[in-house]
């Protein structure tokens, strides 16, 4: 092996070494220039690609979030990525109900391609008093933390219209974005006073979605 050669390969390794080094701020560009894309200001680079990878709108659309609410924009991102959390089976069998009565039904709605939920709500009233919320077949934007929320507002845009009247309860917290679920409302809450269930994020100070009431008698 001749001297020009072994030259050759030591300049080739310590470039490999460099690029390795380099890598979160060369890989950014190289997928922008692969997929011919621009990648969304913010986002880790090994989420380059994948964010790449969604239709154009949304990112377009995340992109357009990113001027005004550069953090938003990114976490917003990184939800379309989370893996599903599937609500576990013993959770998603409807409770034993005894003579129940369903007074309330409803349907979350989405604001967009990347928040909001699809699934519906029914709200049973047991013959022994009991009120019981079952959120079902739920599909949500997928955040790691989401609230489940009465609330009098019938369709809240922020905490502040979920607080609308000082009429406002949780619940619980989501057992999972997918599947169904149910929570036990207070026997002394008087549902007439409420007109919406709000699944909220309380890292973003956002509404992922809410579900208004529709009263069936």
Known sequence: MNAQFRYLMLLLGGA????????????PYFVTLQFGGEVLSGLPSNLSER??????????ALIELADDEPE????LAIAQFNRPRVVPEAQQEAPNLLGPI???SGSFVAFSDFLGADGQILI?????SR??????????????????????HRQPESIQDIQLNNLHLRLGDLYGNVGSQWYEIPSDVNLDQYNSIVLYNPSNDLIVSYASFFRLF
Do not use: K, R
């Open 16 to 27: 490999g070494v460099l690029l390795t080094y380099a890598f979160p701020f060369w890989y």
């Open 72 to 75: 938003l924009a990114v976490a």
């Open 131 to 152: 009120q019981v919320l079952w959120i079902e077949n739920l599909v949500s934007t997928n955040f790691p933390d989401i609230e489940v929320w009465l609330s009098a």
């Open 124 to 128: 049973y009233t047991l013959a022994d």
């Open 51 to 60: 964010f790449l990878q969604l239709p154009y709108d949304q990112q377009n």
């Open 102 to 104: 369903e007074t309330i």
